[in-house]
């Protein structure tokens, strides 16, 4: 019997510890849901997306927070810059206003680095010819308030481009 | 012992063994350097070698058994000068303890992660922008400002002019990238120019990425330069140079950079476009860094023959010899188990004076300077080689004459 009041101590001792740790992240429940929608929420990969770029616009954050925009990478798929294991790119960082909103568009710097993997020439200028575009598939994407640790998540379709017409 | 005794003791062991399994780190005193830098992207041509300097220092103290027994761990992120990389690599790293230095390798990076810096109470590297002077809080530039070593190279071009027997002031031409740290150089320097009568042409300002500069260049030409300021980062100056140079301008007007200027990255390529090209710097560069023993007894130990060595190397220890000086400070102060950020942070404000075995200047950062050190060095391009024309001198201050 008193083995068994041990072991229970021995489970809920660390149980109150994990929860105090994770105080934070609860504390990040309380308040609205933090939203995501990503525009468009379906591209495929062509020189359009630096004059357009892909956007994110959230509601739901800490009022006037920095708001950093990830994409996570599926499992075993590598990215120039990432090291092994690393699974999160940035895309985007943004501010809310007052209310907790937000919008952020991806910079050429990102769109030409994540999207396209482009080498670099001695000159600054993009190689397209190191490029490898990340592979077409559903790609989940996060947004974080960087203070209030609130998340949104939402996802991004990369689909083929369209076959050219003969 | 009975049977039940024995059970109990070992899962007591099995659940001690996780822990510590779990948490071996907390039995290793170690302190974090977060890097973010620029490996593959567009300015790794410079940040490579400058992190090498900082990875090869760094590997050095730890094998030396560290700073009173704590262990420097680097930990270099590769943000492909990307800022939104950058804040999701800080974002992943903020909430570690024992993460004491964050240095960025882009101002742009620097002023995001800035005020990220600011809440965790932590302290951030950036390269030189004037603006982190201006206004004190938590993020460090290298070396002097951009704009004190711009003024630094208008009083040499001064004292050039009057050395020529020309009379009145000159004027100049500047060009650089179009973006916020193209336009810094002019924060400050652009008053100093007016405060010594000197007649600062219109600034040019093109795309990162330009191939050539010739309409630029022409402009200023016409404009009447007798100086033309290449701004940017290696190899763009370098390129300006090579263009000014095929259209004949080097003849008649005398080229200058700022600290970002030619390296043996752009003289390995151009030597004989940038002969003559003057260079104003915080750091040691060319033949003088190769005469420095400190900087090259280190890049023979850990990376051997001399042929592929940059002057920026120095730099990056330089950094290093920054980090142990303020740990040595913040563990004498609070000790290894106390430490936080935030007493790197004061410790830094206390290493004033630091030598940097000749890198560069004497560490200047203090409670009212975040300057890296004060000091600039006029180098030449002479035969295929970056020489010293001066010894170290004293930048102006030229962020206090800009408005911020």
């Known amino acids: 019997m008193r083995i068994i009041k041990i072991l229970l101590l021995l489970a809920i001792i660390p149980a109150l510890v994990l929860g105090a740790i994770s105080c934070q992240t609860l504390q990040s429940l309380v308040g609205p849901k933090a939203k995501l929608e990503v525009i468009p929420a379906e591209t495929f990969l062509s020189p359009a997306l630096i004059r357009k770029p892909v956007t994110f616009n959230g509601t739901g954050f800490g009022p006037k927070e920095m708001i950093a925009v990830e994409m996570v990478l599926p499992s075993g798929m590598k990215m120039k810059g990432l090291a092994e294991g690393e699974d999160l790119v940035g895309l985007a960082v943004g501010d809310t206003d007052d209310k907790g909103n937000f919008t952020a568009a991806m910079k050429p710097m990102a769109t030409l680095n994540w999207f396209f993997q482009v080498g670099w020439t001695p000159l600054l200028r993009p190689n397209f010819k190191e490029a490898r575009p990340i592979p077409p598939g559903v790609y989940k994407i996060n947004a974080t308030g960087l203070y209030s640790d609130r998340v949104a998540t939402s996802s991004l379709k990369i689909v083929p481009p369209p076959k050219k017409k003969k | ?404």
């Not at chain 2, 009379?167 to 916020?180: E, Q």
């Open chain 2, 1 to 404: 012992m009975g049977k039940r005794s024995a059970i109990f003791l070992s899962i007591i062991l099995a659940v001690c063994l996780s822990i510590a399994g779990l948490s071996s780190s907390a039995f290793a005193k170690e302190v974090e350097y977060l890097s973010l830098a620029d490996y593959t992207g567009p300015i790794a041509g410079l940040n490579v070698p400058a992190d090498m300097g900082l990875e090869d220092y760094l590997k050095d103290i730890n094998a030396k058994g560290g700073v009173d027994g704590v262990k420097i761990k680097l930990i270099g992120i590769d943000t492909r000068y990307d800022t939104a990389r950058a804040v999701s690599a800080y974002k992943r790293y903020r909430r570690s303890p024992k993460l004491l230095v964050v240095n960025s390798i882009s101002t742009g990076i620097g002023k995001a992660v800035a005020r990220l810096i600011e809440r965790d109470k932590r302290l951030q590297l950036v390269p030189g922008d004037g603006e982190f002077q201006a206004h004190i809080q938590r993020t460090f530039i290298w070396g002097p400002a951009y704009q004190d070593a711009f003024a630094a190279t208008l009083d040499w071009v001064m004292a050039d002019w009057k050395k020529k027997g020309k009379s009145g002031a000159p004027v100049i031409g500047y060009l650089s990238w179009d973006n916020p740290f193209g336009r810094e150089l002019l924060r400050g320097g652009k008053e100093y120019a007016k405060k010594l009568g000197i007649k600062l042409l219109p600034p040019e300002y093109f795309p990162p990425g330009t191939l050539k500069h010739d309409v630029y260049l022409t402009r200023l030409a016409k404009g009447g330069a007798n100086y033309i300021h290449a701004g940017g980062v290696d190899p763009t100056p370098t390129n300006v140079i090579r263009d000014a140079h095929s259209l004949g301008l080097t003849k008649k007007i005398q080229m200058t950079c700022g600290y970002w200027g030619p390296t043996a990255l752009g003289i390995g390529v151009h030597a004989k476009a940038l002969e003559g090209t003057v260079i104003t710097s915080f750091y040691q560069r060319g033949e003088e860094s190769k005469e420095n023993k400190v900087v090259t007894d280190l890049w023979k130990k850990y990376r051997g023959s001399m042929v592929k060595f940059n002057e920026v190397y120095g730099m990056g220890m330089s950094w290093g010899m920054t980090y142990v000086a303020g740990l040595k400070a913040a563990l004498k102060a609070v000790g290894y188990d106390n430490l936080k950020p935030d007493d790197m942070y004061k410790a830094y404000q206390g290493i004033t004076g630091l030598d940097k075995y000749g890198v560069q200047g004497a560490c200047a950062y203090s409670p009212t300077s975040r300057r890296g050190s004060l000091e600039v060095k006029i180098y030449r391009v002479k035969g295929g080689k970056i020489v010293p024309i001066t010894g170290w001198r004293k930048a102006p201050d030229a962020v206090s004459l800009h408005k911020f």
